[in-house]
């Protein structure tokens, strides 16, 4: 993970060599470990390049890098595959020694086909002039640019910046492919002209309409045209499956919705040979992802085998977002089959404060055998109410994603009781809410701006940070989490119909419509989520990484027709995700196969802080930093 940008301008006399005080400041959040400029002059423009590094693989390797030739590189990314890249390697030197030996476009294009994992780049050739810049296919990784009419200049960076009282300037750089500006030739002109070079799944026509809604967004001195010489990228997953069945589907069960489903009801499906097959081939697939991002991080390997520490004594170097749901216990439960047996994993669980009246009373059955379970607050919040009893506190932090999280907590003890599993209890207080969203997370949401953005962001910032509790039978502890990277089960339901949507589609549309559904979302999933969430964990000095994106599984989903990956014709906690739900049948774990999908916002209780009659896509005034 790093923080990479670069500021260009054509005008001389309104160039700076320093980046300005707030967007270095956001920059350097995401790359603690190492910080370095370097500043390219030419006649007709001026270049700053800024890099900041965390440090998580092979050699710690300063960027910007610059070559013999004086070639900038920029990295902001993982190989997993594709590429080899050694353990013991760094890949932005790997990526750039690759760089250094290509001859042409093709060449380049060829390279960035190859990779499998999430990145952004910016790559300058100084022989050429060119400046080359992008995201991987899902754009898992954010890159933002912003050009200024006023001083003739563009700035590119992985986060942005917000002015008080003026709407954001920033945009996301489309994850549609690979961008090239000729610096020269832009200066001479005056017109900056952004050459696409796309994935080769965009059709001639769909260009067109890509070209036109990218050019909607950029001031008049800007244009963007596709590559004359029809260069593309190849696209790194396989396309959706949308066949239909020839026959009408078995129904596996009957009166399956008149009845409360249980793990019974999901082990007919695993009867049938063919289906077994499939979700075990789909748990492979996965766990390796997983593997790869587990492992890829360094660990202390200087202690000797008899110098082991304390496994309480060890910090986690892997974080899960957890919920307890479905997607969280299945990365869990696969994680811990890589991670090494003696390095605590973190949960991170988030709640936000609800008031004692809205917390249903199912969620308090238990409330008087728990008492020793009391969570406590955040440091601000333990402030505002330390003369609370516990008992209170326990009501006001019982959101849903509380009571499933320590459900899902025993069942991962159950599974692996060896394994330190730190169940990392978040509470954030509306004040401290407000505070930081006001402080930090506006900056980092920009340029969305609607509710559910705000709502998905501040949880995600909050669950990232990792600030919060440790709460066991013996004691209630402060914890900060240390872990690097934390791992998130978004794609999950993009992929498997896991949203109400889906079914709401497929109510509609049947198979067909639902598969037109699916195929949207992971066509949209880099402007709707990803950029927004890398930004948001990005800030902690944090890496997020995505096994339900890895390339490998999106390919393995899309090659399934869609009923082997759900059936909505099923109630709720069966039908959505049901390839999932047997994956984790078969993996051991218990009641979470049958949670039904629940919204971040909602399981947190986010959504209930401040306005309730809001609409997910209302603009949010909230994400507006006031004069």
């Keep these: 993970m790093c923080g990479i940008c670069c500021s260009v301008s054509f005008s001389i006399e309104h160039f700076s060599r320093d980046l300005k005080e707030d967007l270095l400041c956001n920059l350097k959040r995401r790359g603690p470990n190492n910080s370095r400029q370097l500043l390219k002059s030419d006649i007709n423009y001026q270049c700053l390049f800024s890099g900041h590094i965390l440090h998580i693989r092979g ?6 890098m610059e070559d013999e030739r004086g070639n900038v590189f920029l990295w902001n990314g993982e190989v997993f595959s594709g590429i080899k890249v050694e353990a013991k390697e760094n890949d932005t030197q790997i990526m750039f020694n690759y760089l250094f030996s290509c001859k042409n476009e093709t060449d380049i294009l060829s390279l960035f086909s190859k990779v499998q994992g999430p990145w952004s780049f910016i790559y300058y050739q100084a022989s050429s002039h060119h400046l080359w810049f992008g995201r991987d296919f899902f754009g898992r990784r954010s890159l933002l640019w912003h050009f200024n009419t006023i001083d003739e200049s563009f700035c590119l960076s992985s986060v942005g910046t917000q002015t008080s009282g003026v709407a954001s300037q920033w945009q996301e750089v489309p994850a549609s492919g690979i961008f090239r500006i000729d610096l020269k030739s832009s200066a001479i002109s005056k017109c900056v002209l952004l050459k696409l070079y796309p994935w080769k799944y965009i059709s001639r026509e769909n260009i067109k309409e ?26 790194p997953v396989v396309p959706l499956n949308t066949m239909l069945p020839q026959t009408p589907l078995e129904i596996h069960c009957t009166d399956i919705s008149s009845t409360p489903p249980t793990r019974e009801t999901l082990q007919v499906f695993l009867t049938d040979r063919h289906m077994k097959k499939v979700v075990q081939q789909f748990i492979d697939v996965l766990s390796i992802a997983i593997k790869r991002r587990v492992l890829c991080l ?11 520490l304390k496994t309480g004594d060890r910090k986690a170097n892997v974080a899960i977002l957890f919920s307890g749901g479905i997607d969280s216990m299945v990365i869990a439960t696969l994680a811990d089959h890589h991670i090494p047996l003696d390095e605590p994993i973190d949960l991170l669980n988030v709640a936000f404060m609800t008031k004692e009246k809205n917390i249903p009373t199912s969620f308090n059955k238990k409330k008087s055998k728990q008492k020793n379970h009391c969570e406590i607050p955040s440091e601000e919040l333990s402030k505002n109410l330390a003369a609370a009893d516990g008992d209170s506190l326990y009501k006001q932090f019982s959101v849903p994603d509380r009571i499933t999280g ?29 505070k ?59 992929q498997l119909a896991g949203y109400s949507r889906h079914r709401v589609c497929f109510q509609t549309h049947g198979l067909q419509g639902l598969n037109k559904e699916i195929e949207m979302e992971l066509g949209r999933i880099s402007s709707r989520n990803l950029g927004r969430d890398d930004r948001v964990i990005g800030d902690h000095g944090k890496e997020a990484r995505f096994p339900f994106l890895d390339e490998n599984v999106v390919s393995f989903l899309n090659s399934l027709p869609v009923w082997e990956k759900a059936d909505l014709s099923l109630p709720r906690g069966i039908g959505e995700k049901l390839i999932l739900r047997l994956a984790a049948l078969e993996l051991g774990l218990t009641a979470s196969t049958l949670l039904p999908k629940r919204a971040m916002q909602f399981g947190s209780r986010i959504a209930k802080m401040e306005k309730n009659n809001e609409k997910a896509s209302d603009k949010c005034g909230r994400l507006q930093i006031n004069p």
Aim: hydrophobic residues 40%; negative net charge.
């Design 436 to 494: 930081l969203r006001r402080t930090r997370i506006c900056q980092l949401v920009q340029p969305l701006d609607t509710v559910l953005d705000d709502s998905i962001g501040c949880a995600v910032w909050f669950a990232s940070r990792g600030t919060g509790c440790l709460v066991t039978q013996d004691e209630v502890k402060s914890y900060q989490s240390s872990a690097k990277v934390v791992l998130t089960g978004i794609g999950a339901d993009e």
């Design 406 to 434: 320590r459900a899902g907590l025993k069942e991962l003890q159950a599974i692996n009781p060896s394994r330190m599993w730190n169940f990392v209890e978040i509470n954030v207080s509306l004040e401290e809410l407000q």
């Design 210 to 235: 890509c070209l036109t809604q990218i050019s909607a967004d950029l001031p008049t001195f800007v244009s963007v045209v596709a590559s004359e010489d029809k260069l593309y990228l190849k696209k």
């Design 59 to 64: 050699p710690l390797t300063a960027q910007p």
């Design 298 to 308: 360094p660990r202390d390997e200087s202690l000797m085998p008899n110098d082991v």
